[in-house]
């Protein structure tokens, strides 16, 4: 059985309209994306594919001390996630990047975990049913996985551009903890009109867990032995 969290405050299946008719709330399912849909990092994959085995341990090792304090709590974990980030990717162009980023996407699909992937292909076709990938990951790399499922929106953390070429800095807060919530209502405001089912494996989805009327935790794993 997958292990799950059910929220007490289940809202009923039918709302009213604002036309006084019957209307069957919409369902929407919300997957975490890095150990809940793949069974690595892909920020560190993204690096080992980019820059080769040895610049990756590079810029782990020169940012180590970020690293270790924000495994501490003792540093912000978007920060340190942006400092890694700016050393490896600041001043390459937009273009290339995005470029990268589907031929990264399309080399590593054995990176999805294949039981979380096909839940995901089949619930964004189901009628009155919404996908999300809620995750703290660019949006750049994760949204080409689901090029071929066009009901997924993934709602990432974000990447500054200016005149065509990366800042190293992000332009979103990183999607992460309670910054999941803020995401998922920045499209979804209106809370009565869906049910919301989540779907994580750490802490950093903790928050939208709990907001969920279902969540589930680390469902995929036995699944796909890994």
Not at 50 to 61: M, P, Q, R, V
Not at 161 to 179: A, I, M, Y
Not at 193 to 198: E, G, I, K, M, R
Request: proline share 3%.
């Amino acid at each position: 059985m997958i292990p799950h969290i059910t929220n007490d405050n289940v809202s009923p299946d039918v709302v009213s309209s604002a036309s006084g008719t019957s209307v069957k709330r919409q369902t929407v399912h919300a997957f975490d994306f890095d150990g809940t849909l793949t069974s690595k990092d892909t920020f560190i994959e993204l690096i080992r594919f980019a820059k080769g085995e040895k610049e990756l341990w590079l810029a782990l090792l020169r940012h180590v001390h970020l690293l270790v304090a924000m495994k501490l709590g003792l540093y912000d974990n978007g920060k340190a996630k942006e400092a890694v980030f700016s050393y490896c990717f600041k001043g390459m162009t937009e273009e290339a990047f995005d470029d990268m980023c589907r031929r990264f996407a399309s080399a590593n699909r054995r990176l999805l975990r294949s039981s979380g992937i096909a839940m995901v292909g089949r619930l964004q076709a189901e009628w009155n049913t919404r996908v999300l990938v809620v995750t703290a990951s660019l949006d750049k790399w994760v949204a080409p996985f689901f090029n071929d499922m066009p009901g997924v929106t993934v709602l990432g953390t974000g990447i500054e551009v200016k005149d065509g070429v990366l800042t190293g800095r992000f332009s979103t807060n990183n999607c992460h903890g309670e910054e999941k919530v803020r995401r998922i209502l920045r499209l979804l405001p209106d809370r009565r009109t869906y049910n919301l089912v989540a779907y994580g494996d750490s802490g950093g989805d903790r928050a939208m867990l709990d907001f969920a009327n279902e969540g589930y935790y680390r469902p995929f794993r036995k699944k796909d032995n890994r």
